[in-house]
């Protein structure tokens, strides 16, 4: 019967494990959020693979706020142009700079950063 049990709680953990893979978004973890609106386009940038094959990604520079409303540079990459007017929260690390991002409604990013995206 120990067995069974043990058997169980090692299968619920892996699944468990599994899960959280499949759904954290580890390049979130410990990182700051800023917010940015996209107000141009992304400079085209184009990459081939040593197999010949091409890649292309979307680099944008804009200012972007802490919900205290402080405002830092930052430079990151798409894999398909951002639609214009959109507002991110970006992810930021240290050391790494943009891991990630997610675009948000305007009502969902703090008062004192939005303010400065007016």
Do not use: W
């Not at 639609?83 to 991002?101: C, H, M, N, P, Q």
């Amino acid at each position: 019967m120990k067995k069974v049990i043990a058997t169980i709680a090692v299968i619920v953990v892996i699944i468990g494990l599994l899960t959280a893979l499949r759904t954290v978004g580890f390049n979130r973890l410990g990182a700051e959020s800023y917010y940015v609106q996209i107000t141009e386009s992304g400079t085209k940038l184009e990459y081939k693979s040593p197999s010949g094959e091409l890649y292309v990604r979307y680099e944008y520079t804009l200012s972007a706020f802490d919900k205290k409303g402080n405002e830092k540079e930052f430079t990151f990459t798409g894999d398909h142009e951002l639609r214009k007017d959109a507002y991110l929260e970006l992810f930021i690390k240290k050391g790494k700079g943009v891991t990630s991002y997610q675009e948000v409604k305007k009502e969902e990013i703090p008062a004192k950063a939005k303010d400065m995206l007016n």
